[in-house]
């Protein structure tokens, strides 16, 4: 099995069955996100305890890549704090610009080549960019 193939299974897995699917009671925040360009949409739910992401989930529908990306980031950054979710959607957005694998990102370096289809990295970051806009609305983020 070649790696392309084994990034392939990893992102279909995620597509079929999603992590942290769902919608949250009591989130700190919640926000809606869409990509125009593709009509992707996405609600994303988190709850932030003491400086971490103590639950996070997602509800969407979209293409594998879209939904299967944010499977991805909410296994990735649930329990982290909130500086670590900083910076991972900073690595993945960079893994995307570069197309270089990060795998600091676990599941989520499967999604490196969409970096060659441009029109998908919308897709691909969707989730990410809610995060992003998520972090930025917490009070007194800071970090």
Request: hydrophobic share 40%; aromatic share 4%.
């Amino acid at each position: 099995m070649s790696l392309a193939d084994l990034y392939q299974e990893v992102i279909l897995d995620h597509y079929r069955s999603p992590r942290n699917r769902g919608r949250l009671d009591g989130a700190t925040v919640s926000l809606n996100a869409e990509n125009p360009l593709c009509g992707d949409e996405l609600h994303l739910d988190l709850v932030v305890d003491n400086d971490r992401v103590a639950n996070i989930m997602f509800e969407g529908r979209g293409c594998s890549i879209s939904l299967a990306s944010a499977s991805m980031m909410t296994q990735l950054v649930k329990g982290g704090t909130l500086a670590d979710a900083r910076e991972a959607v900073a690595r993945f957005k960079a893994m995307l610009r570069t197309g270089e694998e990060d795998e600091a990102l676990g599941d989520a370096t499967a999604l490196v080549g969409v970096s060659k289809f441009p029109v998908r990295v919308k897709c691909a970051t969707l989730a990410w960019t809610a995060l992003e806009q998520a972090l930025d609305e917490l009070p007194s983020s800071g970090s």
